[in-house]
């Protein structure tokens, strides 16, 4: 690593790896001191296995019997399944994507959902969580939290973990992140070196300051994580960064098949950012075999960001409403 990702590595790594590993009381001092309104946004799509369980634990640690977090929101992200009453059910204000900011459409993909999550809560401090989390993660939360609450020149907090990958029924140890592993991880290195110590850059659990996520575009796709930490990087710059060990983390997994197109996505985010990066085609094309020979299948991945949140209008009304 290079001397400015090692020195990062050492400097803005924490520990949160389970709840008596963090001093809550004391975040819930710096909350109140600080004035902060903290909201946690669950994208969600199809997740109605999950949400339910994981909404739940998170009101019951965080906003009743600490009042750490002031509102809980599942963003619906075009779901087919029971999500939305299921998240209601369990106690979480749910927004559908195509009801925020319905002026300027909806588009496909995570990044859209995190994006318009940014108009549809309030806090001053946003926590994103997967809503496909499986186990006890709630203290996740505060572990996020914790370097925005006790240090003001950190506007980023990307959580680490061990992720096991689960394979039909058995869980191996590790092998997760596939992404992050065998496309993420090497482009950054190549192209980003001062990013090299970030453990989980494509991780799902996140947190930041408003006023810093709202100067980003946001990729509407599965690009958002990577592109989020880029341009953040060369918003605040590194010393802006920082990252939670919170553990482990395990999820419902995607198919090789599925991951495919969000490596293209990643990819096509990391060419967009790399002012060097030869004129995209925004094209991926993939094969399958279907006995006889092999089937192309060509897919855009092409990068479709939204803009700032802080330049649109109607944001910008209501924080002055
Ligand atoms: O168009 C989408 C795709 C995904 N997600 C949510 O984003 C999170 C991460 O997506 P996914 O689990 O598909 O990615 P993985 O964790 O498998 O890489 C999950 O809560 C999804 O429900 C979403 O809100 N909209
Ligand atoms: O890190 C990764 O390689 C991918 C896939 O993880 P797995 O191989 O399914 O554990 O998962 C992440 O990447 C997505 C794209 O950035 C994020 O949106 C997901 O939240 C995150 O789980």
Same mark, same amino acid.
């Given at each position: ?9 050492? +400097? ?44 739940? +634990? ?264």
């Amino acid at each position: 690593m290079r001397p400015d990702a090692r020195a990062w590595f050492a +400097d803005r790594t924490t520990t949160a790896t389970s709840l008596d590993r963090i001093d809550v009381a004391a975040l819930l001092h710096a909350k109140h001191r600080g004035g902060h309104r903290i909201s946690v946004v669950l994208p969600a799509r199809n997740e109605e296995a999950t949400v339910g369980r994981l909404v739940a +634990d998170l009101r019951a640690h965080w906003m009743r019997r600490t009042p750490l977090v002031d509102e809980l929101v599942v963003v619906d992200s075009d779901s087919t399944d029971a999500t939305a009453a299921v998240a209601r059910a369990a106690g979480a204000s749910v927004v559908a994507t195509t009801d925020v900011l319905p002026a300027h459409g909806t588009r496909r993909g995570k990044g859209e959902a995190l994006w318009k999550s940014l108009a549809a809560t309030t806090g001053d401090l946003v926590v994103f969580l997967d809503a496909d989390l499986l186990g006890d993660v709630a203290h996740y939360v505060p572990g996020l939290l914790g370097p925005l609450l006790t240090d003001p020149q950190v506007d980023y907090v990307k959580g680490c973990y061990t992720r096991p990958l689960q394979v039909g029924d058995v869980v191996l140890p590790a092998g997760g992140g596939r992404v992050t592993e065998l496309t993420a991880r090497p482009l950054l290195n190549a192209l980003w070196p001062e990013l090299a110590g970030v453990v989980q850059p494509l991780g799902g659990e996140y947190a930041g300051r408003r006023t810093a996520l709202e100067q980003v575009p946001f990729v509407a796709s599965y690009g958002v994580e990577v592109g989020l930490l880029v341009d953040l990087l060369r918003l605040g710059g590194l010393a802006s960064l920082a990252q939670v060990d919170l553990g482990e983390r395990r999820h419902t997994s995607q198919g090789v098949e599925a991951l495919g197109e969000m490596a293209g996505q990643v990819v096509a985010t990391v060419l967009a950012r790399a002012a060097s990066a030869p004129d995209a085609s925004g094209l991926l094309t993939r094969f399958r075999h279907d006995g006889a020979g092999f089937v192309p299948r060509t897919s855009s991945v092409a990068v479709d960001e939204r803009p700032p949140m802080g330049t649109v209008p109607e944001y910008r009304a209501r924080l002055a409403g």
